[in-house]
């Protein structure tokens, strides 16, 4: 199983139509008038897997940590994905996607500072999504 592409953002929704409804996606900096202050975002992923891969169990994990390396989260957040089915009409050679939304409006931020959202795979590190959490200038909006 390979990571295709993650992305923070405002809000997102993966229907099983195999599209993924995204807003305010690709950001990295969270500006908020105080804090603490909730994430308000989500993580979004995108996972291939061979045919192979499709029919075994998987797991997904985030991580999130402050610029200390002190852990935001108290545990992390582990998905299970479980075996799947192949169709038999799908091409040869084809890699099927798996479009993975992860809620973390409520995770929250304690100051401000550098975050990162570390993606594991099956035990293994795919990705760093880092962020920054700044405190609003009294003209910004959040």
């Known amino acids: 199983m390979r990571l295709d592409w993650a992305l923070l ?5 993966a ?39 499709t029919e075994r169990q998987h797991k997904v994990e985030v991580h999130c940590s402050d610029e200390d390396g002190k852990p935001v989260l108290l545990q992390p957040i582990i998905l299970n994905l479980p075996a799947r089915q192949v169709p038999p009409d799908y091409p040869q050679g084809w890699d099927l996607p798996a479009s ?28 760093s999504l880092p962020f920054r959490a700044v405190k609003a200038a009294a003209d910004q909006t959040v």
Do not use: C, K, W
């Open 100 to 127: 993975i939304v992860i809620n973390l409006t409520s995770i929250p931020i304690e100051r401000p500072g550098f975050y990162n959202f570390e993606i594991l795979i099956d035990d293994h590190q795919v990705r």
């Open 9 to 13: 953002a405002n809000a997102a929704e």
């Open 15 to 53: 229907p099983p139509n195999g599209l993924v409804y995204i807003l305010g996606a690709g950001f990295d900096t969270l500006m908020r008038d105080q804090f603490p202050t909730p994430f308000g975002g989500v993580v979004v992923l995108r996972l291939q897997t061979t045919r192979l891969e």
